[in-house]
Each structure stands twice: as structure tokens, then as C-alpha cells.
């Protein structure tokens, strides 16, 4: 007699899916309302890591160079936002917080903002624009370019929206319950071998972010590396013209505002392999800087700080599609713009998936 769940005794999915992240969610949520029935398994609990450690920042023009196909991606699924968070709001009746009101980049004095590092999809805007877009900016500053139609989603909320939506559609979501191995057999995909047994079905999506060169099987490996970020977390209740209204994004430091006076601040770029530890200089560095930018942030003791693990791929770019054999996909290596790329990839993989035209 075994404990364990295994293909004979749990009926088979037509999709299991490595990791409950917002990259898999989605793609659940997707499939799920497509007909298929599937099953995520996550090796500890869903929306815990990037998804959870993300800042949120929809920023394609600041975040990519301009005409790569990294560029094209995030502006197509910026594009795609407004009705996506639409729909997900409706379906769930949570919020995400979907805040497409602009990002400010601040100038230095010596920048002259033509060509880099802004380009024509931004406004250069003056000391009163910005004051009157930002009250609290240090009066030190007194150009920034204005990217419109740019901004920032609360990733937490957006996780836990799509994690209630595929409950909603029937998706099975196992926690605790680490991917070890995919099954193939006939060179095609069989199934899943987990920490609590083996479990089949005919497709297998590997979206395990940082974690996802780490599944194993005779099938075609993915090259992710983990890159860390730390982070912290402001709580400025009652100070809102002292704070930011907009993300605010200066070269390595952004301020990303949430609801209730809430700031996030980001980040490190760190290549340390799987740690997560936070290092209180790193913290204090961030908030110094944040406090450059907005002087009242100083007097801010932070509420939360910790650090994530950005998936970064070969080359820096997104694998989204079909790997061999027959049946085995992949959707990782999103790096800094996971929340971002998550309509756009949810769209790409399922039509594959589907066999829809794209
Ligand atoms: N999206 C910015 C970052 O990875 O910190």
C-alpha cells in the first residue's frame, strides 16, 4: 500500500503545468477555459517566489531597447493589459490595481534628454510638470521624461486573481508537490514524476521560472539562471502629496505606489545563485536613493524587505513555445518583466498549445 498519488489511482490532465507562478496561472486560467482540464504542481506554495517578489512595473520603453523583439513583446502585451485585468476583475471580482497614468523618469542636470535615454514615445516635461505630476519630488530635480501611457500592476493581487480564476475554472492546483522529472514514452510526454508520485497526461508545461533548468528527463533542457532582487516595502498613510503618485524609475532604482500609501522600492541586480538572503546595506542603499528622488521617504521606516529571483534565460529572452519531445512546452526566462510579459505569453503558448493561429 503507498500513500502517494500516482497515475493509476488519479485520473489523468490533459495539461500538467511546473509551477504556480503568474506565468502558469495564466496559462491554467487559459487552458482551463479552453476545455482542457489541468493540473499545476508547485513545489511550495502558489505565487510565493518572483510573482510574489516582483514590483509590478509595466515599463516596456524603459525597460527593453527600442526596436529588439523584446521591445515589440512588451509593448504588445502592455497593449493587451487594460482588457486583460478587465476580465480578470469581472471573473473574480478582485482587484489588481492596474495603474496606467505614466512613468516618470527623472533627468539629471547633465542628461539633455534627447536620443537616450529617452526616445520619441516620451514627453520631455519641465520643473512644472513635473511638480504638478509629482509634488513631493525633490526640487532638485527639474526634468524628468514622461512615458504616458506606461505603469505598474500590484503583481500580488494579480497572482492571487489568477489563482482564484483557475480554482473558478476547475484547475487543480497541488502545492507542496515538487516536479522532479517528465515522463516520456514513445518519444512523446507521458506525465510528470513528483515528491508525491507520478501523475499523467499528454502535455507538460514547464513554467518553473527560476527553478526551471532543474526539472528533469530525456527531454530538451531549458538554460534559466536565477538573478536576485531586493526590494523593500514602504507604508506612507496620510502623506500623499509627499509621496509618489506615478512610478518612478531612475536609472537601477524605481518606486513603484500602491494603494493605501503604500511604495515599493526596487532594487538589486545580484547573480548569487539561489540565495535570498536580505542585506540590510543593500536595504538601506535603496531607501537612500528613493530618498534622493523624494526627500520625505527618508523619515519611512520600511514595513517589508526581501529579495526574489529574476528568471533569466540565454541571451536574456523569453522561451515560449513547444520543446521536444511531442507534447513537452515552455514558458520561462522572463526576467525583469514577468508581470508584464504574462498576457502576451498566456496568448502565445495557448494558441500553440490550441493549435490556434496567432
Ligand atoms: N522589473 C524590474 C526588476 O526586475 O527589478
Redesign the pocket.
Known sequence: HSSSFSSSTASPADCSIIGAGVIGLAIARRLASAGLSVTIYDKGTPGSEASFA??G?L?PRL?FKKGSRLSQMGEISLQLYPDYAGELEEETGLSIDLRLDGVISPLDPAETGGGEPGDNTARLIDVDALRDLEPGINHGITRALYYEEEGSVDNRALTRALEAACRGLGVEIRSDCEVLDVLVEDDRISGIRTSTGDFSSPIVINSAGSWAAKIGGTVEKVEIRP?K?Q?LLLDCKDNEDEIPRHTIYSHST?LVPRGDGRVIV??T?EDKGFDKEVDPAAIKNLLQSAAEMFPFLEKVPPRESWA?L?PMGEQNIPTIGALSPRGYYAAVGH???G??LTPLTQELLAREILGESV
Open positions: 516582483a514590483g512595473m515599463c525597460e538573478i532582487g526590494m524605481y526596487g532594487t541586480v526574489g529574476r526576467y525583469r518583466n508581470i508584464l
